[in-house]
């Protein structure tokens, strides 16, 4: 339903830097050869666009941009805190509410054309398909699957995400021994990583065959929080005291240089087998605002910190398209880190300088990318800015109607 436009408009105003047109890349038949006749009928209904779209919570409610302009699309009315991650396929976002994970339909079909894609636009939809869950926590797509977490029990929910467009899809799922804030992952051949924990603890992961049969287990993972994947399928699990690596059937510590050195959010890349995570060392503070990042080599199973000089947020990390780690600052700044170096080797000046809400639920800038695209929120201003990762320019900026919380993009 497209409440945009069959109800009160929502007025969005452009702001800071201009709008920039983005060319469509054209698609010419190959020698010989011709167009897929099939293809104007089957997008009759849609518009072709440059770029997917963009997802951005408020308190309150959704928005639907699109990713190149930043135009708004669509305007989704929803109570509750809502959290945001792509859902696996491309098209489709999870959006965690107060007792399930639903599913938002961007709208946007990708096909791919050798050396580049075409994107076909059509309505988004908050969709009907939902999977409930006590305390909707951690989504993740590996593996061709996307796996739920619910912290209030442990439940584990898995499911192919590329039937979401057919319906809710079968799923699966394997109960946690106890419930906790705790996160899983689906593994290549049918088995899943999950966290090992309680209400007042966690301890570290385990691993389980397609049967659910234990085949590796770590419990030196104080605080296990967070996961990403590097470069050759190495999974990565943030403890208390450095992380947790897994691949081919072993868990590897890498320790932290300080005792208590917590590294709780990660950002990994295909292109790196570095993976990119936040450094805290204060396990008494209120909260801590971090000037070191962490980066652990996966191949070496090493650890090394690079100071930024400017504190940044669990919304602040992310990977560029070159495997480049990129933290936002709370100077304003995308810091875009030579990960092999272990140097800042650029910066981007975004929006002004913030300072971090005491409440994680409190709107603040946050930092997502997709391809060269990296798109930064201003909660200050309820502004969102679109940078070209490869010119280090603001290519569009525009002002919403509601304070941004959290933004997802999606594709390919």
Same mark, same amino acid.
């Not at 890498?254 to 060392?281: F, H, M, T, W």
């Not at 191949?299 to 400017?310: F, K, S, Y």
């Given at each position: ?78 109570? &509750? ?72 029990? &442990? ?153 930024? &000089? ?103």
């Amino acid at each position: 339903m497209n409440t945009l436009n069959r109800r009160s408009p929502v007025r969005f105003a452009a702001v800071a830097a201009p709008v920039l047109a983005l060319a469509l890349t054209g698609c010419s038949s190959p020698a010989g050869g011709e167009h897929d006749a099939a293809a104007p009928d089957e997008h009759a209904s849609e518009t072709e666009v440059s770029a997917p779209r963009v997802v951005v919570s408020y308190d309150g409610g959704l928005l639907v941009l699109e990713g190149d302009s930043l135009e708004p699309v669509d305007e989704m009315p929803l109570d &509750g805190f809502l959290r945001l991650n792509p859902a696996g396929d491309a098209r489709h976002v999870m959006v965690s509410t107060d007792d399930a994970f639903r599913v938002l339909d961007t709208g946007v079909t990708i096909e791919a054309h050798g050396d580049h894609a075409h994107y076909y636009a059509g309505a988004p939809e908050l969709t009907d398909i939902e999977f409930a869950a006590e305390h909707p926590g951690h989504v993740t797509t590996h593996a061709g699957t996307t796996a739920l977490f619910a912290d209030g029990t &442990g439940r584990v929910e898995l499911f192919d995400p590329a039937t979401l467009s057919g319906g809710r899809p079968e799923s699966t799922t394997y109960e946690s021994p106890a419930e906790h804030h705790g996160v899983a992952v689906a593994l290549d051949d049918g088995g899943l990583l999950t966290t090992l924990g309680t209400s007042e603890t966690r301890t570290g992961a385990v691993v389980l065959d397609s049967s659910h049969t234990e085949i590796a287990r770590t419990e030196d993972c104080p605080g296990v929080h967070g996961e990403t994947v590097a470069a050759d399928e190495v999974i990565v699990i943030g403890c208390e005291n450095g992380v947790v690596l897994y691949a081919d059937g072993v868990f590897t510590k890498v320790a932290s240089p300080d005792a208590y050195g917590r590294i709780g959010n990660q950002a990994g890349s295909p292109e790196s087998a570095i993976v990119l995570g936040d450094y805290k060392v204060d396990a008494e503070a209120e909260i801590e605002r971090p000037q070191h990042v962490s980066l652990v080599d996966t191949d070496t199973a090493t650890m090394r910190l690079v100071e930024l &000089g400017t504190s940044y947020t669990f919304r602040s990390l992310a990977r560029g398209p070159h495997g480049e780690a990129l933290v936002l600052g709370t100077d304003g700044a995308i810091h875009v880190i030579d990960p092999v170096a272990g140097v800042v080797s650029s910066r981007i000046d975004v929006i002004a300088p913030w300072t971090e809400p005491v409440d994680w639920q409190e709107p603040r800038p946050s930092l997502e990318v997709r391809g060269h695209r990296a798109y930064v929120t201003d909660s200050s201003t309820s502004t969102v800015h679109v940078v070209d990762l490869e010119s280090g320019q603001i290519t569009a900026s525009a002002e919403l109607p509601h304070v941004p919380i959290e933004l997802s993009t999606v594709g390919d």
